[in-house]
């Protein structure tokens, strides 16, 4: 007997349902990117492996799915390589690509090779799987959709004003209530100089990163553990505590950061970008999160998370300002920023709030009753006449009995039935069934398309 087929863990298939719920958000945000002005681009599912590594700091690296070569990549190695330890070093000979692990960093690859072709500051969006090799659970996927939006090639802080309008307008559209928590690295790199400790800013924004996880407790034993001094571990404390309104947030860092020129920079750049948020004010609610940190190495300026209000499973959308990813690929000198949204996690909070439009909104509208070949011939130039004006339709395929026809009518949760039989044509007219009422009424073709029309 053969073993029943399966898929990797950490990897999902999709019903025609779940796909329309999908759909709804892709188009969703789709359309309030090109509303923005951001215009379109795909990248490769597999990068050189030299583009990705060194990206996402020592964990994120431990994550990259990584592709053997093609061929027998063993006939090139000698005895003694193969039996190499660590195994990360023979890992370098028979691996030269992988799969991306997120969309920010070949977007960075792409504006280098593609300089020459680009109108900067240039607004694209990409929405395309990634893949990372975590370890599955509730809320975390092997594969995932992210949706990037990026601006680069400009330094203003409108760009990360125009990113949080677009995080507010995608999801007030969604029905979704959400906080857009807000940060500044310059202001953690400001706090790090502070304490005494500047040259582990990137172990202290690690372990921030963890603190809604594992706690203060074992961040900072984490912190320790780096080699921070207790003295250093003590004046940061303070700041992973700190409590209340934005105003009085803003006026315990400029406490904290008096002395520290990068610090006080970051500080200023936060509070023009709430100015900008106060000037209009959004739908959703935004905060200052002086431990939100974001664990990628690339962010260097304003970072960006956002977490439902409704329903708890960790951040939904999230990025920053990253002056420095291009040089990485030989292009000095250019500013971008980002957010992705992360359309899986937003899809389990949809579905757990039960926010998405009933499945007739997403599917058919309209389903023709099959009587035969004779009754065929006429539905035909209707069912042209709904589909040109937008309407989803259906005639069934086979003349078979009217139950099996309507149990899959609702089946389907197809809200509308129409019947077309010898009187109908007789009389010019169609039999319109509304599935969940169970009113039916006599209408003529014109009629009908303004009726499903009007329905939606």
Same mark, same amino acid.
């Given at each position: 007997?053969?073993?029943?087929?399966?898929?990797?863990?950490?990897?999902?298939?999709?019903?025609?349902?779940?796909?329309?719920?999908?759909?709804?958000?892709?188009?969703?945000?789709?359309?309030?990117?090109?509303?923005?002005?951001?215009?379109?681009?795909?990248?490769?599912?597999?990068?050189?492996?030299?583009?990705?590594?060194?990206?996402?700091?020592?964990?994120?690296?431990?994550?990259?799915?990584?592709?053997?070569?093609?061929?027998?990549?063993?006939?090139?190695?000698?005895?003694?390589?193969?039996?190499?330890?660590?195994?990360?070093?023979?890992?370098?000979?028979?691996?030269?690509?992988?799969?991306?692990?997120?969309?920010?960093?070949?977007?960075?690859?792409?504006?280098?090779?593609?300089?020459?072709?680009?109108?900067?500051?240039?607004?694209?969006?990409?929405?395309?799987?990634?893949?990372?090799?975590?370890?599955?659970?509730?809320?975390?996927?092997?594969?995932?959709?992210?949706?990037?939006?990026?601006?680069?090639?400009?330094?203003?802080?409108?760009?990360?004003?125009?990113?949080?309008?677009?995080?507010?307008? !995608?999801?007030?559209? %969604? #029905?979704?209530?959400? +906080?857009? =928590? &807000?940060?500044?690295?310059?202001?953690?790199? @400001?706090?790090?100089?502070?304490?005494?400790?500047?040259?582990?800013?990137?172990?202290?924004?690690?372990?921030?990163?963890?603190?809604?996880?594992?706690?203060?407790?074992?961040?900072?034993?984490?912190? !320790?553990?780096?080699? %921070? #001094?207790?003295?250093? +571990?003590? =004046? &940061?404390?303070?700041?992973?505590?700190?409590? @209340?309104?934005?105003?009085?947030?803003?006026?315990?860092?400029?406490?904290?950061?008096?002395?520290?020129?990068?610090?006080?920079?970051?500080?200023?750049?936060?509070?023009?970008?709430?100015?900008?948020?106060?000037?209009?004010? %959004?739908?959703?609610?935004?905060?200052?999160? &002086?431990?939100?940190?974001?664990?990628?190495?690339?962010?260097?300026?304003?970072?960006?998370?956002?977490?439902?209000?409704?329903?708890?499973?960790?951040?939904?959308?999230?990025?920053?300002?990253?002056?420095?990813?291009?040089?990485?690929?030989?292009?000095?000198?250019?500013?971008?920023?980002?957010?992705?949204?992360?359309?899986?996690?937003?899809?389990?909070?949809?579905?757990?709030?039960?926010?998405?439009?009933?499945?007739?909104?997403?599917?058919?509208?309209?389903?023709?009753?099959?009587?035969?070949?004779?009754?065929?011939?006429?539905?035909?130039?209707?069912?042209?006449?709904?589909?040109?004006?937008?309407?989803?339709?259906?005639?069934?395929?086979?003349?078979?009995?009217?139950?099996?026809?309507?149990?899959?009518?609702?089946?389907?949760?197809?809200?509308?039935?129409?019947?077309?039989?010898?009187?109908?044509?007789?009389?010019?007219?169609?039999?319109?069934?509304?599935?969940?009422?169970?009113?039916?009424?006599?209408?003529?073709?014109?009629?009908?398309?303004?009726?499903?029309?009007?329905?939606?």
């Amino acid at each position: 007997m053969a073993d029943k087929p399966s898929i990797p863990k950490g990897t999902r298939d999709f019903s025609p349902l779940e796909m329309a719920r999908r759909n709804h958000i892709f188009d969703t945000i789709r359309r309030i990117f090109k509303v923005h002005g951001f215009l379109p681009i795909e990248t490769p599912a597999m990068e050189n492996l030299s583009t990705l590594m060194g990206k996402y700091g020592d964990e994120g690296d431990k994550l990259l799915f990584k592709i053997l070569n093609s061929g027998d990549f063993k006939s090139k190695l000698s005895p003694e390589e193969l039996s190499e330890t660590p195994a990360g070093r023979l890992g370098t000979k028979i691996s030269e690509k992988g799969l991306r692990y997120d969309l920010t960093v070949p977007f960075a690859r792409y504006v280098v090779q593609h300089r020459n072709e680009i109108d900067f500051p240039f607004k694209r969006y990409q929405i395309q799987p990634v893949w990372r090799a975590d370890r599955p659970q509730r809320g975390r996927y092997r594969e995932f959709y992210q949706c990037d939006v990026d601006v680069i090639g400009s330094n203003s802080l409108l760009n990360e004003f125009e990113l949080i309008q677009i995080i507010d307008e !995608v999801f007030q559209a %969604l #029905s979704l209530k959400v +906080v857009i =928590k &807000l940060n500044n690295r310059k202001v953690l790199a @400001g706090c790090a100089e502070v304490i005494g400790a500047p040259e582990q800013m990137i172990d202290i924004t690690v372990a921030i990163d963890k603190l809604e996880k594992i706690g203060l407790e074992k961040v900072l034993a984490e912190l !320790v553990q780096k080699g %921070l #001094s207790p003295d250093s +571990v003590t =004046k &940061l404390e303070p700041l992973l505590k700190m409590e @209340g309104s934005t105003a009085e947030k803003l006026i315990f860092l400029a406490g904290f950061l008096e002395g520290s020129e990068l610090g006080m920079a970051g500080l200023q750049e936060v509070r023009t970008l709430l100015a900008y948020v106060e000037a209009d004010p %959004l739908g959703s609610e935004v905060e200052l999160d &002086l431990t939100l940190a974001r664990g990628l190495n690339y962010y260097t300026g304003s970072i960006l998370e956002v977490k439902s209000a409704e329903y708890a499973i960790g951040s939904i959308c999230g990025g920053g300002r990253y002056d420095d990813l291009t040089g990485i690929f030989g292009l000095e000198g250019v500013s971008g920023v980002g957010v992705s949204f992360g359309a899986d996690r937003i899809y389990d909070v949809l579905l757990q709030l039960e926010r998405f439009p009933q499945r007739g909104d997403l599917d058919t509208r309209l389903l023709f009753v099959n009587f035969g070949e004779a009754e065929v011939k006429h539905i035909i130039p209707i069912l042209g006449r709904l589909r040109k004006s937008g309407i989803a339709s259906e005639l069934y395929p086979d003349q078979t009995k009217m139950k099996k026809q309507m149990n899959y009518a609702n089946n389907r949760k197809i809200p509308f039935v129409a019947l077309l039989g010898e009187q109908e044509i007789a009389d010019g007219m169609i039999t319109l069934k509304d599935m969940e009422t169970g009113m039916q009424e006599r209408l003529t073709p014109e009629q009908l398309v303004e009726r499903i029309s009007s329905a939606k």
